[in-house]
């Protein structure tokens, strides 16, 4: 789900990037969002409810654009996340998108979320799609 969740926001960014053209690059562009889904949690197996909570940056600059986002969130069993960070670049070749967000639940225990998206726009394909969902436990 986590998956899914990085290509919509990839694609909500993206749409953003032609609402914006005309954007003045010195100044970014910035709004809140949030999300609600459920996923598995890697360290139970348990299905739980995911809320996260965006604080969006968005930038353009002269050949490229630039996102920013800070993330916040928690889940229907306890946890909370204690680091959340997304980043992607757009330009005439390309997007790219990186994030990582660092959950903590209410015994100590851990869990990681990890994704990279490549997209190649000369060739019109995803070059690198890579997701990780791991219990890094106590």
Same mark, same amino acid.
């Given at each position: 789900? +986590?998956?899914?969740? %990085? ?6 960014? %993206? %749409?953003?990037?032609?609402? &914006?053209?005309?954007?003045?690059? *010195?100044?970014?562009?910035? +709004?809140?969002?949030?999300? &609600? ?11 739980? !409810? ?24 928690? &889940? /229907?069993?306890?946890?909370?996340? $204690?680091?959340?960070? !997304? ?11 990186? #994030? ?6 209410? *015994?100590?225990?851990? #869990?990681?979320?990890?994704?990279? $998206?490549? +997209? ?7 070059? /690198? !799609?890579? +997701? ?7």
């Amino acid at each position: 789900m +986590f998956k899914k969740l %990085l290509g919509a926001l990839g694609c909500v960014l %993206l %749409l953003s990037v032609g609402a &914006t053209g005309q954007a003045n690059a *010195d100044q970014p562009i910035q +709004f809140n969002d949030s999300v &609600t889904f459920t996923d598995v949690n890697p360290c139970s197996g348990e299905l739980h !409810d995911v809320t996260l909570n965006f604080a969006v940056s968005l930038h353009e600059h002269r050949n490229n654009f630039v996102g920013n986002v800070r993330r916040s969130g928690s &889940t /229907s069993d306890g946890y909370t996340m $204690i680091n959340g960070r !997304d980043s992607f670049v757009e330009n005439a070749g390309g997007f790219r998108g990186t #994030f990582v967000d660092q959950w903590r639940g209410p *015994d100590g225990e851990k #869990f990681r979320v990890r994704g990279v $998206i490549v +997209f190649n726009a000369n060739q019109d394909q995803v070059k /690198s !799609d890579q +997701f990780s969902l791991t219990c890094i436990g106590r």
